[in-house]
């Protein structure tokens, strides 16, 4: 019998140190791991860069970071996982794009307002994709056959609602297209959409050039638009829409911010630390190789940005006949 | 022949061989997943040749799925999610006294399915990225279905306690946001149940825990010894058995080769899947579950020759077979080359040195997988009341570890009640496992299938490979009505056929 009270007794004091575990509260900051959540799946963009500055962000900091994939829900899930971890500096969110779309989607409420930023790294531009046997060489070829029969065209990307499924609405809009009648499969990310477009199961689709660039370079697809103001150097072969008398540029940018309430000497700490990885050759060695984009914006223009493109978001999604039920 | 020298340096051979003693480790604590152990690594690569971090990588990946099967084989808790299917078998023989002979064969059929995993992957890896190429949601669908009419199989006792365990899974499995749409469902507003219920806390409770509850009512037995070996392994007595077991060995190595190749289905899968279809042919059919042989053999062969399955659609095509290679493909890109189509022309002896690594960890894995088996041996000859605390704190930390997570431990608490409860009243565990695993890849293959096909479902039975997945599930639900009909015409038409001196 007294194996049996120590048995139990050994059970409560396990299942009390879990469950009642003191709210470590940092002093000098940074004192234990710090995790980095992202919301999208392994292997795609935003988690390559991730895994990259989380390593960059341990040298700096001195304590592991490591990157967690919580992935779904177009987003929502690891944004709002972020926005409610503790305001301690212990858990940052790697934001994208979609964090302005989620509250007029429906999909949950977490939006910029929930966030304090730390620092923007990255801009891309969407680009449009097809299959290497596809009879389109231009564009305009393709959004052309597109107006003319839209009911027979497999769009892809990722999931709905996000970055490259509004560049595609967007793109569809400007040339006079009924995108209702257009299809869109979603999917986890830009990975399962290169894998559906590779097997021929879609038609079109879009994302950023880095994501699908190992594909391109060895013929199996093509790239034919980016949708920016300009060519981008790295792969200055591929036009802009703007070229091809389309006027529409769209994209996803990356960044990193802390759940609002955190304080002000650990955004310090965490900005100063971002900053010297963004100005360091490594860092922007890595970007180039790559071929993500560099664009930095510091905690407030980056945290003024967001909001910015959160308000204009509204109308956008509005028009494109998601959220219905806001 | 240089390519194959080259990997035997030693500031290739020290970070590999490390590498797979972590793995060992990190794969044989319930809630650390070879995934983890992977992504552990990688940031100790960034500082070597793309070779070393690669060796490192493979390494850590296959001693992390093997060493899964050695807490699911003596605790009951599988190690990584791909262990789910070794519970079964593995920890009924180590009841029986025979547990290091459970793990030796496991290990045996591990390194054995790894190398026909790794050959198929250096042979046949074109062929087969382009036959993976040609699934999308329609076939996944199916094979999802395939997974899931195993829960029939596997389970042991009544058809609707299978079914009720299975349903409960499926259930289960809808908290959460809906992977298709985002919406969040039965999550009362509380982001821990946005995230839904994951399935690695719920399978530690569910096996583990439940375990532990089970010998808290029997206290009398809690001075024993944990395990009493009555068998001493030897090279030779297990090389006879997997002689005997040839051709199930290399038939669920195929079976979990094809299905890691598929980008969207991995080991976890391969290993039921496998289980089952052994299960399902054999002769023994009604012995699996009460620890045998086979029953370890076909899904630990299956899981790490998933792993080889998994890095084909990587090199071939630049895409992610599972979240490992997913990871792998993003430290490639670190080490400065371009995986996808092209690495193959550019890279050629980079590939060939991966093969090598890949096949000489099969090798290593053997004998370090062996050592570790004797070493754990070890640890389980103390009383059975040292190591019942010790599966709770493992169980506790294993399921907090993984996100970091208090909910997460509720979650494996709950679910270690409901695994006794479940138990108490002969309600099988593993389909409620394989129910909260395939829903989401049911539900949302199901979904956007439909989508892509406005709505029809002719898609689902018209296509070559989803019509082929449909006949076999037809065929596997009423082969024993079929049999029994053909049977009973047949007798109708010869009233005394065979009697007496048939060998049976």
């Known amino acids: 019998m007294k194996l049996r009270t120590f048995l139990v007794l050994a059970l409560v004091a396990v299942f009390s140190m879990a469950v009642f575990s003191p709210a470590a509260v940092a002093k000098a900051f940074p004192k234990k791991p710090i995790i980095i959540v992202c919301p999208w799946s392994p292997g795609g963009g935003t988690d390559r860069t991730a895994r990259f500055i989380a390593d960059k962000l341990h040298g700096v900091l001195g304590v592991p970071v490591n990157v967690v994939n919580k992935t779904g829900g177009g987003g929502a899930i690891g944004f709002t996982y972020g926005a409610h971890a503790r305001p301690d500096g212990y858990t940052i969110t790697n934001l994208t794009f979609e ?131 300009k060519r981008n150097p790295q792969f200055a072969s591929v036009p802009t829409l703007k070229e091809q008398g389309i006027d529409w540029s769209y994209g996803t940018w990356r960044g990193f911010a802390v759940p609002k309430g955190t304080p002000d000497d650990v955004v310090e700490t965490l900005s100063s630390a971002f900053k010297k990885i963004f100005a360091s050759d490594d860092f922007k060695a890595f970007m180039n190789q790559n071929g993500f984009g560099i664009k930095i914006r510091d905690s407030r223009e980056f945290g003024q940005f967001m909001m910015q493109q959160h308000l204009d978001l509204k109308n956008i999604i509005r028009e494109a006949g998601y959220g219905k039920t806001q | 022949m240089d390519a194959v020298l080259s990997v035997f340096h030693w500031n290739i051979l020290i970070p590999w061989i490390f590498s797979m003693i972590i793995g060992i480790f990190v794969g044989g604590a319930p809630g650390l997943t070879a995934t983890m152990a992977v992504a552990l690594i990688v940031p100790l690569t960034f500082h070597m040749t793309p070779i070393a971090g690669l060796a490192m990588i493979l390494g850590v990946s296959y001693c992390a799925i093997f060493a899964g099967d050695i807490p699911a084989t003596y605790l009951r808790i599988p190690g990584t999610p791909a262990s789910g299917a070794a519970v079964l078998d593995g920890y009924e023989m180590s009841r029986k006294g025979m547990g290091s002979m459970a793990l030796a064969l496991d290990l045996t059929c591990s390194v054995i399915g790894g190398v026909i995993g790794i050959l198929i992957l250096i042979f046949v890896a074109p062929i087969l990225a382009k036959f993976a190429l040609k699934f999308t949601n329609f076939e996944y669908f199916w094979l999802a279905l395939f997974g899931l009419s195993m829960s029939a199989v596997i389970s042991r006792g009544t058809k609707i306690k299978g079914i009720i365990s299975m349903t409960l899974g499926l259930a289960l499995a809808t908290i959460g946001i809906d992977i298709t749409t985002g919406y ?198 103390f009383p059975r009341n040292i190591v019942l605390v010790g599966i709770v704190i493992f169980s ?85 009505p079929i049999i029994k009909a053909f049977k009973y015409v047949l007798k109708k038409a010869d009233p005394a056929p065979f009697k007496g001196n048939r060998p049976r």
Request: proline share 5%; glycine share 10%.
């Open chain 2, 184 to 381: 969040p469902r039965f999550s009362f507003g509380s982001v821990d149940l946005m995230g839904g219920i994951n399935f690695i806390p719920a399978m530690i409770g569910l096996f583990g825990l439940s375990e532990v509850f089970k010998y808290l009512f029997v206290p009398e037995k809690l001075n024993n010894p944990t395990i009493t070996e009555k068998i001493k392994i030897s090279f030779r007595s297990v090389g006879k058995v997997i002689f005997q077991h040839k051709s199930l060995i290399l038939r669920s190595s195929l079976i979990g080769n094809v299905i890691g190749a598929l980008p969207g289905a991995g080991a976890d899968i391969a290993a039921w899947v496998s289980y089952g279809m052994a299960k399902k042919i054999s002769k023994r059919s009604a012995e699996y579950g009460t620890g045998i042989e086979e029953g370890i053999i076909a899904p630990t062969s299956a899981n790490n020759a998933a792993l080889g399955g998994t890095w084909i659609p990587a090199l071939v095509f630049g895409i992610p077979g599972d979240t490992i290679t997913a990871i792998v493909l993003g430290a490639m890109m670190m080490y400065g080359l371009k995986p996808g189509p092209l690495i193959f022309q550019q890279n050629a002896q980079l590939v060939n040195q991966i093969f090598t690594v890949a096949l000489f960890s099969q090798f290593f894995l053997f004998f370090i997988g062996w050592a570790s088996i004797k070493v754990y041996t070890q640890l389980f000859k």
């Open chain 2, 396 to 480: 506790v930390v294993g399921a907090y570890a993984l996100r970091n997570s208090t909910f997460d431990v509720g979650i494996m608490l709950a679910f270690g009640i409901l695994g006794y409860g479940m138990e108490a009243y002969g309600i099988p565990l593993p389909p409620l496992i394989l129910g909260l695993i395939l829903e989401p890849m049911i539900e949302d293959n199901l979904r956007v299938g439909l989508i892509k096909s406005s709505g029809s479902f002719l898609p689902f039975i018209t296509r070559p490979i989803s019509f082929t997945f449909f006949l076999i599930l037809v065929i596997i639900f009423f082969w024993d």
């Open chain 1, 99 to 229: 964090i302005g779309t989620l509250k007029w989607l429906g999909y949950s409420n977490v939006n910029p307002a929930d966030f304090r930023a730390l620092m923007q790294f990255n801009e891309d531009a969407s680009a449009v994709i097809v299959g290497q046997n596809s009879k389109y060489k231009t564009a305009k070829q393709l959004l052309d056959a597109v107006k003319a029969n839209p009911a027979s065209f497999k769009f892809s990307g990722c999931a709905i609602g996000t970055v490259w499924d509004l560049a595609r609405i967007g793109m569809m809009k400007d040339y006079g297209i009924n995108f209702s009648k257009v299809k869109f499969i979603p999917t986890k990310g830009a990975a399962p959409a290169i894998t559906e477009l590779l097997g021929g199961h879609v038609d079109v689709i879009t994302c950023s050039y880095p994501e699908a660039a190992p594909q391109i370079e060895a013929g199996k697809l093509k790239a034919l638009a980016i949708m920016a103001d």
